[in-house]
């Protein structure tokens, strides 16, 4: 199984970025996705998730700003934001779980906001 993100990179305070999750070695379309940060000296959080029937989950401090979407034929997952802070630098990573079983992650990218 294998999990690669990419899109990470520096950006503008009130920016947008567009990071995307290739998996492989699973079945895609029968995983929820997720997508999580983790900034220095805190703990790894939840940013948001998306089921196999597309519902959406989001963290407060992201609602509004972020969307999570995933495209089964490509078998990636997807995470738009805009209007990015700087409390929104961190390690993105993303999490396929099946919901019974054991879950999978990338190894993440990163994503600065700094002017």
């Known amino acids: 199984v294998q999990l690669v993100e990419s899109g990470g990179g520096l950006v503008q305070p009130g920016g947008s970025l567009r990071l995307s999750c290739a998996a492989s070695?699973?079945?895609?379309?029968?995983?929820?996705m997720g997508w999580y940060r983790q900034a220095p000296g805190k703990q790894r959080e939840l940013v948001a998730t998306i089921t196999r029937y597309d519902n959406t989950n989001y963290a407060d401090s992201v609602k509004g700003r972020f969307t999570i979407s995933r495209d089964n034929a490509k078998n990636t997952v997807y995470l738009q934001m805009n209007s990015l802070k700087p409390e929104d630098t961190a390690v993105y990573y993303c999490?396929?779980?099946?919901?019974?079983?054991?879950?999978?992650w990338g190894k993440g990218t990163l994503v600065t906001v700094s002017s």
């Open positions: 999490n396929a779980d099946p919901d019974y079983g054991r879950d999978y």
């Open positions: 070695g699973i079945v895609f379309r029968l995983f929820r």
